[in-house]
Nanobody, 115 residues
Framework: QVQLVESGGGLVQPGGSLRLSCACS????????MGWYRQAPGKQRELVAT???????NYADSVKGRFTISRDAAKNTLNLQMNSLKPEDTAVYYC?????????WGQGTQVTVSS
C-alpha cells in the first residue's frame, strides 16, 4: 500500500501563492498516475491536476494557467505550485496515486484563500 502525506497548505490572501507537496512512501512515478484533487465544503471531490508516468499533464479548466503539477523523482515527491489564488480555490487538497489495481489517497491539507 502506498502511503501519501501532503504538506504545504495554509491561509493565503487572494492573488497569493502556495506550494503543496506530497511525500510518497515508495518509488511509484514510473507506474502510477499521480494527481491532486480538492474538496470544498458541501461539494464533491474534484480533479485539479494529474501527471502520467510519461510526464503528460492534465488540468481542470478552473486552474489552467495558474497551477502547475510536477514531480521530483529524487525526493519521491509530487508538487503543486498554485499561483494567483482565488477564494474559490479554498478546499482540502488531496494527493492521489492511481494504478490499474489500486487508488491511494493522502489525508489532505487545507488551503484557505481569504483576505
Amino acid at each position: 500500500q502506498v502511503q501519501l502525506v501532503e504538506s504545504g497548505g495554509g491561509l493565503v490572501q487572494p492573488g497569493g501563492s502556495l506550494r503543496l507537496s506530497c511525500a510518497c512512501s515508495i518509488r511509484i512515478f514510473s507506474i502510477y498516475i499521480m494527481g491532486w484533487y480538492r474538496q470544498a465544503p458541501g461539494k464533491q471531490r474534484e480533479l485539479v491536476a494529474t501527471i502520467t508516468p510519461g510526464g503528460s499533464t492534465n488540468y481542470a479548466d478552473s486552474v489552467k494557467g495558474r497551477f502547475t503539477i510536477s514531480r521530483d523523482a529524487a525526493k519521491n515527491t509530487l508538487n503543486l505550485q498554485m499561483n494567483s489564488l482565488k477564494p474559490e480555490d479554498t478546499a482540502v487538497y488531496y494527493c492521489n496515486a492511481k494504478s490499474t489495481i489500486v487508488s491511494s489517497w493522502g489525508q489532505g491539507t487545507q488551503v484557505t484563500v481569504s483576505s
